[in-house]
């Protein structure tokens, strides 16, 4: 296999003990983020060392990896993995395509025989965020409907069952990297690589079968009417392209007053708040999270009674000019608070200039008086 060659000879997650560390010292959460060759791939179409790859140095990395895409959809797809539009894209971004389109890799290998093909549920563990969730992606190449199946778990009684984007959306990333015995940076790499796994994941699914981000679980657990699963893309830091996903299959989801608490009588047909008073809603939730600016702006904040909802963009852009507003009288108050120290301080240099031309005066008067005066 072409990946295979380009890892030849080199240290994987599979040939290193736990807590072990390659040659030039990376630990194993960092070759975790190589995704079996992917890196390798980037670093060597990289000559210059300088972090990112032209359109046509993508086009020459995906190459050498077996995409088999033509060079006119691979620049298309250049162009949307370029997000900052720079004319680039960085080794992160390019782990993220290939990830992405792993079934439009030209690798010799097929799901073993006897894999179910009706779930994806017994394919969605860390381990398999290591390899892309390649063995998702490749049930759903042959049966589009299998994202549709509900987890294996049991639910807590009385609760909804959970699907593939519940449980992708909670997986606890940090566990691949604790399990290899990886530590600091090379645990914040296995991160960022897990999730950018399973983000490609979520975002097929999303597409696939949009209606997973209305379903809600865990109802009458910690709140009356559960979680939706913007909620966790939020508490658990997603990308703004994930929660934007989310949120253009269940727009609903932002403008949703849950009750804050879990009282034991609750009718929720009845639910229907006119205020914000013992509620949460989502962007609550991502200010107490303290998420990225780029998230937050996509959440409208409520106000008043009845409840008026106010795009995310324009509370920013409200913010920017209230602390721009407040900058500038602050400003203003320090330049009059400097002047009139200025001013103090010159009416003291006077003051101290008037008594030492009167102390001199004296001082002459006394030395020029006749003696015995």
């Known amino acids: 296999q072409r990946i295979a060659a380009l890892t030849k000879g080199r240290t994987t997650p599979e040939n290193m003990g736990a807590g072990a560390s390659s040659g030039d010292g990376n630990k194993v959460g960092s070759e975790f983020l190589e995704h079996d060759g992917v890196t390798h791939a980037f670093d060597k179409i990289d000559n210059d060392g300088s972090g990112n790859l032209d359109k046509s140095e993508f086009v020459a990395a995906a190459r050498s990896l077996g995409f088999t895409m033509n060079d006119e959809e691979l620049g298309k797809i250049f162009d949307e993995v370029d997000k900052d539009k720079s004319g680039s894209v960085d080794q992160e971004e390019f782990v993220r395509f290939c990830v992405q389109y792993p079934a439009t890799l030209n690798i010799e290998q097929d799901l073993p025989a006897g894999t179910d093909l009706s779930s994806i549920a017994h394919c969605l563990s860390a381990d398999q965020a290591q390899h892309g969730f390649r063995t998702a992606h490749m049930i759903l190449d042959k049966n589009p409907k299998a994202c549709k199946a509900p987890m294996n778990t049991k639910p807590p009684p009385g609760t909804s069952p959970w699907y593939p984007l519940h449980y992708l959306l909670t997986l606890d990333s940090s566990q691949y990297a604790k399990k290899q015995g990886a530590t600091g940076s090379s645990a914040v790499a296995a991160d960022r690589a897990f999730k950018a796994s ?79 008073k013992g ?86 008067a006394t030395d020029e008086a006749p003696a015995g005066t």
Request: charged share 35%; net charge positive.
């Open 198 to 276: 399973a983000e490609a994941l979520i975002l097929r699914i999303l597409k696939t079968h949009p209606e997973q981000a209305e379903l809600r679980v865990m109802e009458g657990v910690r709140y009356q009417l559960g979680n939706l699963p913007l909620e966790y893309a939020i508490a658990r830091d997603w990308r703004a392209e994930v929660v934007e996903a989310i949120i253009k299959a269940n727009p609903k989801a932002t403008t949703a007053l849950d009750p804050a608490g879990n009282k034991k009588k609750f009718d929720p047909k009845s639910w229907a708040p006119a205020a914000t």
């Open 279 to 364: 509620c949460r809603w989502m962007r609550k939730i991502a200010e107490e999270t303290k998420v990225t600016p780029e998230v937050l702006r996509l959440l409208p904040k409520p106000s008043g009674s009845p409840v008026k909802w106010q795009e995310g963009q324009a509370v920013e852009d409200e913010e920017r000019a209230k602390a721009e507003a407040k900058a500038a009288k602050e400003a203003k108050k320090a330049e009059k608070q400097a002047a009139k120290a200025a001013k103090a301080a010159k009416a003291a240099e006077a003051k101290a200039a008037k008594e030492a031309a009167k102390a001199a005066k004296a001082t002459i």
